[in-house]
């Protein structure tokens, strides 16, 4: 396979190296060989070659099976209008890539009980899939800019019928080998989209008669995640409300650092983990890499069509953390096992060559 990978901004490149050696190692095991090239996106492309999506990153990007990104947003750029920013770059991929829905998955993770703020006996047992649909609304819809004289400044939520039912289906089948249910997330009491894709999703939920599909008002849905979240299995959405609700979910991991992503629907896969790039941290080797290496692990499910590859380090992932190690932003203070950005790396690295070993040793 070949792959692009993104470092991008702040922290980026410090947990997609560690999520690289992992995927090309556990890849490799199960005779897939992996062939990487790296690029720059964002801030950090804008630097060097004065654009956030240089030509060279999107022509590897198109002729490739699979992107790995990092993250993209540098402070520096703060100033600039939208279309000059680094996250213009990540947008722009996202549309030429052509995926349009972005599943990110979120699970209470048993080791990590107490390092959420919730009480466990709220969200233990979480285990949610976010589908949210990734090349429309408020992103993407026209007209958009800013009145004269930034007097004001306006945006544009479309959404058409083929737009809305292409994501649902992602959604329902995703629900089928799960626990049948979803939640489709709008602002039907308000909005014309959310009306259009109400009526949408509910039509195309017909030809999944085993899923059972519930209507949530985002608002209401943003109070269920965190009084309730164990009531949700698929929850499906429009962009800007996918954006902020998956931010929300991550608090039921234990840190947004833990959350990955996926995006398909299109040929060439976009794996990045949810959280951003982080700049007042970057470059201190103390990040959490665990969303960006359980991202890479979506890579071998969804594009290398590996189930078993993905769970090897989904597995090791889990081991390491019963283990006790954590980073810093899952550790609580003091706390004798907080490990590097690296050194997390390495401990998942090894847990994962350990399963490999003894899932082949059985094959044999
Ligand atoms: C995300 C990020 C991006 C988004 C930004 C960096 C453009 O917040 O992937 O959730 O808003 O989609
Ligand atoms: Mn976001």
Redesign the pocket.
């Known amino acids: 396979m070949k792959i692009t990978v993104l470092p991008g901004d702040g922290i980026g490149p410090e947990v997609t190296r560690e999520a690289v050696i992992i995927m090309k190692d556990v890849a490799s095991a199960f005779g897939i060989e992996i062939e990487t090239e790296q690029h720059l996106i964002g801030g950090a492309a804008i630097r060097e070659k004065g654009s956030p999506l240089p030509k060279d990153t999107i022509d590897s990007c198109l002729k490739s099976d699979a992107v790995l990104l990092g993250?993209?947003?540098s402070p520096e750029f703060d100033h600039l209008p939208p279309h000059e920013r680094p996250?213009v770059g990540?947008?722009d991929l996202?549309k030429a890539l052509g995926g349009f829905a972005?599943l990110r998955p979120a699970k209470a993770v048993p080791a990590l009980i107490d390092s959420s703020p919730l009480r466990p006996e709220i969200f233990a047992g979480t285990d949610l899939l976010i589908v949210r649909e990734?090349l429309g609304g408020l992103?993407f819809g026209t007209p958009r800019g800013f009145d004269d004289g930034r007097s004001g400044g306006y945006n544009t939520m479309r959404y058409s019928v083929p737009e809305i039912e292409r994501v649902a289906r992602v959604a329902f089948e995703s629900a089928q080998g799960r626990k049948q249910k979803v939640t489709s997330v709008d602002k039907a009491n308000v909005l014309e989209t959310s009306q259009i894709w109400r009526e949408t999703v509910t039509r195309v939920a017909a030809d999944y008669p085993s899923v059972e599909l519930e209507h949530l008002f985002v608002d209401a849905c943003a109070m269920h995640l965190v009084t309730s979240p164990t009531q949700f299995d698929v929850i499906l959405t429009e962009?800007?409300f996918g954006?902020i609700l998956?931010?929300e979910a991550a608090v039921l991991t234990g840190s947004l650092g833990m959350l990955a992503?996926a995006t398909i629907g299109s040929a060439i896969g976009l794996y990045?983990p949810?959280h951003?790039?982080a700049p007042q941290i970057a470059g201190r080797n103390i990040a959490n890499p665990l969303g960006t290496i359980a991202s890479a692990a979506m890579l071998l499910r969804y594009s290398a069509k590996n189930e078993t590859a993905a769970a090897v380090i989904e597995n090791a992932i889990d081991k390491v953390l019963e283990e006790g190690y954590r980073t810093a932003d899952i550790a609580p203070e003091n706390y004798s096992q907080t490990v590097s950005t690296e050194e997390m790396g390495s401990l998942v690295a090894e847990r994962a060559a350990g399963s490999v070993k003894r899932t082949t040793s059985h094959a044999v």
Request: aromatic letters at 4%; glycine letters at 10%.
């Open positions: 993250a993209v947003g996250e990540l947008l996202r972005n990734l992103y962009n800007l954006d998956s931010d992503s990045e949810v951003g790039s």
